[in-house]
């Protein structure tokens, strides 16, 4: 066999394991991060060979990916270099000949929902852009779902989803081209995590509240194609059961009227990220559209969300700061609607 053969491009070899370079590289940790886990807590590789660089076996990596997913939860490094250790047994983590896909991820320990402090939603926050530039896609699967679950799909969006967003996104305009990768993960699973956010049953409504019934129109103006946010409502409308009609990033102007005109909804919203896609003149033409019959002619509210929208006003037109200021808006707007159609 020859050395091209023996060893892997990543440093693994099929009879000694990977190298700490390889490892850190795969984890998203630096080296040094490595040694100190060994020296303090004992989280090193099994096999040391006087004179040879540490290989890591199966087990090894299992063992210190346990550890990185439990820092990233906010769990202190000692305790979570314990439970790490436990996977030393044969019985939890047995190494097989057929390679690390054959060590089953180790049950994720939930720990007692956080105060929700600032310094709670910082450990949070941490732990998922750690997870994140670690590319570890199950932990920030577990890391969203907690904060959702011990909160409520509005916290975690406005104190950890949001935040870590805007942090992993600093860090990559700093850093040039790297970590873009990183930034598409996060987004992907933060996008994952409204979608199954939005599954709440539509309650029926009243015959006598037929305005409450007509969905909302949820649209990204023409060129924007940042959705995150408008799926972050669209998430917290469909838990609190309001009906929607979500139609993502840049849509045409004619898409959008086509939609209220057919929709007759009591509010469009129109997502702006940037100053470049925003649109006075689009959002004055839907706030003018007009549907239903002669002298029952309805017209929506038209809601300006995202920062794109800072400069000239709309009249009429509501500019919500969060959130959870939108979903009280859009409350506010159909209840009106409501005891308009009752009167």
């Avoid at 049953?201 to 649209?219: E, F, K, R």
């Amino acid at each position: 066999m020859s050395e091209g053969q023996h060893h892997g491009q990543d440093g693994e070899s099929a009879s000694t394991g990977v190298t700490t370079g390889a490892l850190a590289r795969r984890l998203g940790v630096s080296p040094t991060t490595l040694r100190t886990w060994d020296r303090r807590y004992g989280l090193g590789p099994a096999r040391r060979d006087p004179g040879h660089h540490r290989r890591w076996s199966t087990r090894d990596i299992a063992m210190v990916e346990e550890m990185g997913r439990l820092t990233s939860a906010g769990v202190p490094p000692a305790e979570a270099a314990q439970e790490a250790l436990k996977l030393l047994d044969p019985e939890a983590a047995a190494e097989t000949a057929a390679g690390p896909a054959a060590v089953p991820r180790p049950r994720r320990i939930r720990r007692p929902a956080p105060a929700g402090s600032p310094d709670a939603f910082v450990r949070q926050r941490r732990g998922l852009s750690r997870a994140a530039v670690r590319l570890d896609a199950p932990t920030m699967e577990d890391l969203l779902t907690d904060a959702v679950e011990n909160h409520s799909l509005v916290t975690a969006w406005q104190e950890v989803m949001v935040p870590t967003l805007h942090a992993v996104g600093r860090k990559w305009e700093e850093a040039g081209d790297r970590y873009v990768e990183v930034e598409h993960l996060l987004s992907w699973h933060v996008s994952r995590t409204l979608h199954r956010c939005a599954t709440a049953p539509i309650p029926a409504t009243p015959p006598s509240a037929p305005a409450a019934s007509t969905p909302l129109v949820l649209a990204c103006v023409p060129g924007e194609q940042h959705s995150l946010p408008l799926e972050a409502l669209s998430a917290a409308l469909g838990e609190l059961g309001v009906p929607q009609r979500m139609f993502g990033a840049a849509v045409p102007v004619e898409a959008v009227s086509a939609a209220v005109r057919r929709t007759g909804p009591a509010v469009v919203v129109l997502w702006a990220q940037a100053r470049s896609t925003a649109s006075v003149p689009l959002a004055r033409h839907i706030a003018d559209t007009r549907w239903g019959v002669r002298g029952a002619r309805g017209r929506p509210v038209v809601m300006l969300g995202g920062p794109g929208w800072a400069g000239p006003a709309v009249r009429g037109a509501l500019r919500p700061t969060s959130l959870r200021e939108a979903l009280a808006q859009i409350g506010k707007v159909r209840g009106e609607a409501v005891s308009a159609h009752a009167r």
